[in-house]
């Protein structure tokens, strides 16, 4: 069974750099061709999907961040990353990551989830 | 971007309604919407996709249809469990985007 787990900081500093891994178990990021993605929920509010990375290591990111974010791929650790970089206030939020359902295309739901990881900006 | 809008925001039910969650999108879509439940302190699970279809080990009391722009998830007799919070998303274009939630209380 495909399991995503997050990890990473849960404190930030503004203006730093929000630095997030997702570590895949049950199942190769290299040997699947799937898009595995990055989305995040602030505190009571709704879903904001940040970005998405293929195996092969091309990315889509949302033009509202993409000044900011970069996404990378690690097969050899079966895992991928998230900076977010010159965070504000408004970057705290619970941040997910979740395969994309179907194999070799982005425009996919999203299934599995990883149970997700709280990161607060504040000094 | 498409915005998807969803009706109501907030929805106050008892056990064994059955209720109804609207999602519209800004643009044509196809059928390429997908439903998600979402408990707190959890991460959204997958209902139903390609708007109708149900997600493997999801039961059956749940029921999407729609196509174009607008969409329904149907509840069927309700239970404790189903009280959540129910998010739509559009996979059609670029830049993927959700619902803002519907929240289903209990009455």
């Known amino acids: 069974q495909l399991q995503l787990q997050e990890s990473g900081p849960g404190l930030v500093k503004p203006s730093e750099t929000l630095s997030l891994t997702c570590t895949v178990s049950g199942g190769s990021i290299s040997s699947s061709s799937y898009y595995w993605g990055w989305i995040r929920q602030p505190p009571g509010k709704g879903l904001e999907w940040i970005g998405s990375?293929?195996?092969?290591?091309?990315?889509y990111y949302n033009p509202s961040l993409k000044s900011r974010v970069t996404i990378s791929v690690d097969t050899s650790k079966n895992q991928f990353s998230l900076n977010l970089s010159s965070v504000t206030a408004a970057d705290t939020a619970v941040y997910y990551c979740?395969?994309?359902?179907?194999?070799?295309?982005?425009?996919?739901?999203?299934?599995?989830w990883g149970q997700g990881t709280l990161v607060t900006v504040s000094s | 971007d498409i915005q998807m809008t969803q009706s109501p925001s907030s929805l106050s039910a008892s056990v064994g309604d059955r209720v109804t969650i609207t999602c519209r999108a800004s643009?044509?879509?196809?059928?390429?919407l997908a439903w998600f439940q979402q408990k707190p302190g959890k991460a959204p699970k997958s209902l139903i996709y390609t708007a109708s279809s149900l997600q493997s080990g999801v039961p059956s009391k749940f029921s999407g249809s729609g196509s174009g722009t607008d969409f329904t998830l149907t509840i069927s007799s309700l239970q404790p469990e189903d009280f959540a919070t129910y998010y739509c998303q559009q996979y059609n274009s670029y830049p993927i985007t959700f619902g803002q939630g519907t929240r289903l209380e209990i009455k």
């Open positions: 990375i293929y195996y092969s290591g091309s990315t």
């Open positions: 643009q044509g879509i196809s059928n390429y």
């Open positions: 979740a395969r994309h359902a179907t194999v070799t295309t982005y425009f996919a739901w999203f299934d599995p």
